[in-house]
């Protein structure tokens, strides 16, 4: 998958459950860090008293000091467990801690709520989809790839039951899934009844599935004999490549009979995810190794804004692989998925719009199809205690290094178990992005911020605060102090900052010699790190962070994607293009303390994400200047590469920091680092580096890979001991010169998320008005007004259609009132409807649902 016990709490998202945009509520965010934790538990204790009565005495613990840094472990053992039977056997027995997998299994769920051992978190963000081979519709090798052809993957839609999926395969747990937009999501909300006629137009119909990919199949020559499908005289064999770790696997068999059912000879070739990867990830599509594989992916953080959906899953800028960039789409739909994505519009009137037609369209695309939201658990055990996100679980946290621990201890090691371990190679460009890896590369790195878990707002990890202008009459708000936000007229982006990148002499291109008129954007960020920062903050071979890492990180922004580059990487231009169509300028006004300007024309709806902030967390992971110098070597010297696209291009190794043979070549231009001292991109990168820290750096480095075999450092809370790929095996350690308190972010326990109850008439007489309630509370509560920041309704006629849209109205704390006007009932007809609400907090992403059904007569 490519990112306490109540396990009846699950959540019973509906249809339109959303999440809508407070839908990242606000959390609080001090930047104070605080010292003292206080031991919550209350201890029992037996004291005698006159008359030799024995009663019992609450007494609440002294606090508790923590005098430690980093992490509250001493040691994390990463192992391969594909097995989720085995893996809750082997947590019941003790032998591994947690299980950092999305399980959408109900028997699964029934072991974990029944065992006294074990309890779980549970989580949004999991959903599985059908990615299809775009290429031909004729491959290479003369054969017939019908899924070449936009209408025939449209067709798929009518093909797949997807309540059959949720039903009979995740036994409840999971939550039909039609378009680009998880179901739990503010942008889902807000195209609610858009949504929702799609949801409708593409309902299971196989006779038309069948008609329309038949009609398709005759015009690219087929022809159906004895009801198989037949292409210049041999059977038209698709391979539906099968994921076997989870329910993919049976998902796999169902989509195979399916299509076997309509005329189609199916391979069924079932593979791990280690397995998978090289054909539908790295393979060329144009070859026609497979048809059709089953995918799954991860949002690993709450997520306020999916407009970028349409540009990652759909375009050839989602990804640097030969898939993505085998993409081909309608103008239409790639001029405006691109503009979502850099945020081209000027009101959320318009973004509506634009979305409503983005969705049309990658439904008539359709590289991929979408099947189901899982409602998904972590199992662990009882003892286990991490800052679990809502939307990414456990291993899509960026807090599960900061706060994961053993109730009650500090120090000491944990076992967690993930079906697959090192499913690709590590590098911060463009190296793996698997949730297996992912979850590890964010416990030895780190970036400028952290994500809220509850709201998917960022927080300011190493950033000091933040300044956004925008401008004005842009549909921007914030939620969070640590930010200013302000409107103003007109930005102008000053003619000495950086706007492009000259690759022959490595030297950045001012907007003064790039513009010939002055350039003003929609938003500016600047942003403050502390003073202490590059003397604080250290890599974990010792080197202390420095403004070179930025500016290395600036530099790589362009370089790749500059043909007079020697690293240039054709697979890196799409996502750049779409960068620069938006990107004006930035600036360092400071070096130390280090303050950023950022110019661009893009923004978000958040002034938190809005934030531009250059820390060098690259694409796939934290990277220090001196590192990456030896990926860029042998890059350059066309030895391995940092794509996979661009290595199966060259035919040469994708680079990984951490184990394989691109470790010995690597290891070779760092002794030739070590002997000359060579600075990269030196006409620009020796006004921020000097000699002292060339020679420091590589020494360090040269230290680092004595002791550990490895390149790869970051500044995260952990490092990286070793890597076993063979045995399936990581061992992460802690990082003792980690600058933050072990209790910084242990304010994230229990996220507040709402219990609705709707209450009303079951009979409403059509064309009169009637009052339904909705009750909302949490741990038995009423949840505050203002703590809510949106209670919407829908009514669903007998024809399943949606009839209306509209806001509920508070009444009082927990009580609020939805008025069905006489004109919505007269609009009914005789029969059953359903009155659907969904509850979204600002304290929390997840929006919470109720529904209740009605009947309707004169």
């Not at 839609?157 to 999501?185: H, K």
């Not at 960022?458 to 401008?471: N, S």
């Not at 470790?663 to 921020?688: F, N, Q, R």
Request: hydrophobic letters at 45%; aromatic letters at 10%.
């Amino acid at each position: 998958m490519f990112t306490k016990k109540n396990l009846t709490m699950l959540l019973t998202l509906v249809m339109v459950a959303s999440m809508l945009l407070s839908a990242c509520g606000p959390t609080p965010a001090p930047q104070v860090i605080e010292k003292t934790v206080v031991v919550t538990q209350e201890v029992i204790k037996t004291v005698e008293v006159t008359k030799e009565v024995e009663v019992e005495v609450l007494v609440t613990p002294e606090p508790v000091k923590v005098d430690r840094k980093g992490a509250w472990l001493d040691t994390v053992i990463f192992v391969e467990e594909p097995s989720t039977d085995a893996a809750i056997t082997r947590l019941e027995v003790g032998e591994i801690d947690v299980f950092a997998y999305s399980v959408s299994n109900p028997e699964t769920a029934a072991k974990v709520e029944e065992s006294p051992n074990l309890d779980a978190y549970s989580a949004s963000g999991s959903y599985n989809e059908l990615t299809f081979n775009p290429a031909g519709p004729e491959l290479e090798n003369g054969t017939l790839n019908p899924f070449g052809a936009p209408a025939i993957r449209e067709a798929m839609n009518w093909l797949i039951d997807r309540n059959y999926l949720v039903q009979e395969i995740f036994g409840g747990m999971a939550i039909p899934r039609w378009t680009a937009f998880n179901i739990a999501s503010t942008d889902y909300a807000r195209l609610a009844d858009v949504n929702r006629a799609i949801e409708l137009k593409y309902a299971y119909n196989k006779e038309k599935a069948q008609e329309v990919i038949g009609a398709e199949m005759e015009k690219l020559g087929a022809t159906l004999v004895d009801g198989k499908w037949q292409y210049n005289g041999a059977p038209v064999s698709l391979s539906v490549l099968i994921r076997v770790e989870d329910e993919r696997r049976d998902i796999g068999d169902y989509v195979a009979n399916q299509l076997e059912d309509i005329g189609f000879t199916v391979v069924r070739d079932y593979k791990t995810s280690a397995e998978a990867s090289p054909l539908w990830m790295r393979g060329d599509p144009a070859e026609g190794l497979w048809n059709v594989y089953t995918g799954g992916w991860v949002t690993t953080v709450v997520p306020r804004n999916l407009a970028d959906n349409f540009l990652f899953f759909y375009t050839n800028q989602g990804l640097g692989v030969p898939l993505w960039q085998a993409y081909v789409n309608d103008p239409e739909f790639y001029e405006l998925s691109e503009k979502l994505a850099y945020a081209d519009y000027k009101n959320v009137e318009e973004r509506n719009t634009m979305l409503a037609r983005a969705l049309e369209l990658s439904m008539l695309d359709s590289v991929r199809i979408w099947l189901v939201d899982e409602k998904s658990i972590t199992p662990k055990r009882n003892e286990v205690k991490v800052a679990s996100d809502l939307y990414g679980g456990v291993s899509g946290s960026w807090l599960w290094a900061q706060t994961l621990q053993r109730e009650g201890e500090i120090g000491g090691s944990m076992t967690i178990a993930m079906p697959s371990i090192l499913t690709e190679p590590w590098n911060a460009i463009a190296g793996t992005n698997w949730i297996y890896d992912m979850m590890l590369i964010r416990g030895t790195g780190e970036n400028a911020y952290m994500y809220d878990p509850f709201t998917g707002l960022i927080l300011p990890q190493r950033l000091e605060r933040a300044e956004i202008f925008i401008e004005e009459g842009l549909p921007v708000g914030k939620t969070l102090d640590w930010v200013d936000l302000q409107f103003v007229p007109s930005i102008e982006v000053p003619a000495d900052a950086w706007a492009d990148w000259d690759a022959e002499t490595q030297r950045f291109l001012t907007v003064g010699e790039v513009y010939t008129e002055t350039q003003t954007v929609a938003r500016k960020s600047v942003v403050y790190y502390p003073a202490d920062m590059f003397s604080t903050v250290k890599w974990h071979d010792g080197s202390n962070l420095s403004v070179g890492d930025f500016v290395m990180g600036m530099i790589l922004t362009f370089d790749r994607a500059k043909e007079a580059s020697p690293v240039y990487d054709a697979s890196a231009v799409p996502t750049f293009d779409g960068f620069m169509s938006a990107f004006k300028g930035v600036k360092i006004i400071s070096e130390d303390p280090l303050i950023i300007e950022t110019y661009s024309d893009s923004y978000n709806l958040d002034a938190e994400l809005s934030i531009s902030d250059w820390w060098p967390y690259y694409a796939q992971g934290e990277g220090a200047w001196h590192a990456l110098t030896l990926g860029l070597m042998a890059d350059a010297a066309g030895e391995a590469t940092f794509s996979a696209d661009k290595a199966d291009e060259l035919e040469v190794e994708w680079l990984s920091f951490i184990a394989g043979p691109t470790i010995e070549i690597m290891k070779t231009h760092l002794d030739e680092l070590v002997a000359s001292g060579e600075l990269p991109y030196a006409p620009t990168m020796s006004e921020y580096v000097d000699t002292a820290e060339v020679q420091a750096r590589y020494a360090n480095l040269a230290e680092w890979f004595r002791k550990r075999g490895h390149f790869w450092v970051g500044t995260g809370p952990f490092y990286l001991e070793r890597a076993f790929p063979v045995e399936g095996t990581v061992i992460l350690k802690r990082f003792l010169d980690y600058p933050d308190m072990a209790d910084k972010w242990l304010r994230f326990s229990e996220a507040p998320i709402a219990v609705v109850e709707l209450d009303g008439p079951g009979r409403v007489t059509i064309g009169s008005a009637e009052t339904y309630d909705v009750y909302v509370t949490f741990n038995d509560e009423p949840y505050a007004t203002a703590d809510l920041d949106n209670v919407k309704f829908l009514v669903l006629n007998a024809k399943g259609e949606v009839a209306h849209v509209g806001q509920a109205t508070a009444v009082e704390d927990g009580l609020w009132k939805i008025e069905l006007a006489a004109e919505v009932t007269g609009k009914l007809e005789a029969g059953s409807n359903q009155l659907e609400v969904v509850v979204v907090s600002k304290r929390v992403a997840l929006p919470s649902t109720d529904a209740l059904t009605f009947v309707t007569a004169q």
